[in-house]
Nanobody, 121 residues
Framework: QVQLVESGGGLVQTGDSLRLSCAAAGITFSNYAMGWFRQAPGKERDFLAAIDWNGGATYYADSVKGRFTISRDNAKNTVYLQMNSLQPEDTAVYYC??????????????WGQGTQVTVSS
C-alpha cells in the first residue's frame, strides 16, 4: 500500500520561506517521477512542480517558477519543495504524488493527507 506523508507546513508571514517534505513508502521511489500540488479553499488542486526519477529534470508552473524549488533524495524516499518569498495567495494545502511517467500532468496519484501552508499578510 502506497503511503505519502507530507510535512513542513505552517503559519508564516509574507516573504518568509518554508521547506516541505514528502516521505513515500510502499513504492520503489526511485522508479517514479514526483510532483507537488496545492489546493486552496474552494478551488481545484493545482500543479506546482515535478521532478523526474533521479532529479535530473524538473519543471514548474508559471505561478511558482523562480520562487519554488523541487528536489528529491532517493536514499530517503523523500521529495522536497523549497518555497521562498511566500505570498498570501500561496495559502493552501500542499500535496505530493508519484507518477510513473515524467513530463505529463496526467497520472499523478495516490495522494497523501497534505500539509497546510498559511501565509499571513
Amino acid at each position: 500500500q502506497v503511503q505519502l506523508v507530507e510535512s513542513g507546513g505552517g503559519l508564516v508571514q509574507t516573504g518568509d520561506s518554508l521547506r516541505l517534505s514528502c516521505a513515500a513508502a510502499g513504492i520503489t521511489f526511485s522508479n517514479y517521477a514526483m510532483g507537488w500540488f496545492r489546493q486552496a479553499p474552494g478551488k481545484e488542486r493545482d500543479f506546482l512542480a515535478a521532478i523526474d526519477w533521479n532529479g535530473g529534470a524538473t519543471y514548474y508552473a508559471d505561478s511558482v517558477k523562480g520562487r519554488f524549488t523541487i528536489s528529491r533524495d532517493n536514499a530517503k524516499n523523500t521529495v522536497y519543495l523549497q518555497m521562498n518569498s511566500l505570498q498570501p495567495e500561496d495559502t493552501a494545502v500542499y500535496y505530493c504524488a508519484p507518477n510513473s511517467r515524467y513530463g505529463t500532468l496526467v497520472g499523478f496519484g495516490p495522494w497523501g493527507q497534505g500539509t497546510q501552508v498559511t501565509v499571513s499578510s
